[in-house]
C-alpha cells in the first residue's frame, strides 16, 4: 500500500529533479522511493557486514601482516 508524503524543499531543488527525472525518463515519485529504499537498506548492510566480521573474529594469522601478504591472492 503507498501512502502520501508532503515535502517543503526548494524551487529550483524541484526544477532541477524534474528534469533530471525527464532525461532519465522516469518519475520524481520513483526516483525519491529508489532513494527511500537505498536509505533505508542501507543500515541493514552495514549490519550485515558487521554480523560477517563477527562471525569470521575466530580467524588469526598468527602474526602482523604486511601489505603485500594482504593482498595476495
Known amino acids: ?7 517543503s524543499v526548494d524551487e529550483k531543488l524541484i526544477r ?4 533530471k527525472a525527464q532525461r532519465e525518463h522516469t ?7 529508489e532513494w ?3 536509505y533505508v537498506s542501507a ?11 563477527q562471525s569470521l573474529s575466530y580467524v588469526k594469522t598468527g602474526k602482523k601482516l604486511t601489505r603485500e601478504e594482504m593482498n595476495e591472492r
Open 1 to 7: 500500500m503507498l501512502k502520501n508524503i508532503t515535502l
Open 16 to 19: 532541477r529533479a524534474r528534469e
Open 27 to 33: 518519475t520524481r515519485n520513483a526516483s525519491f522511493r
Open 36 to 38: 527511500l529504499k537505498s
Open 43 to 53: 543500515e541493514a548492510r552495514v549490519r550485515n557486514f558487521d554480523d560477517l566480521m
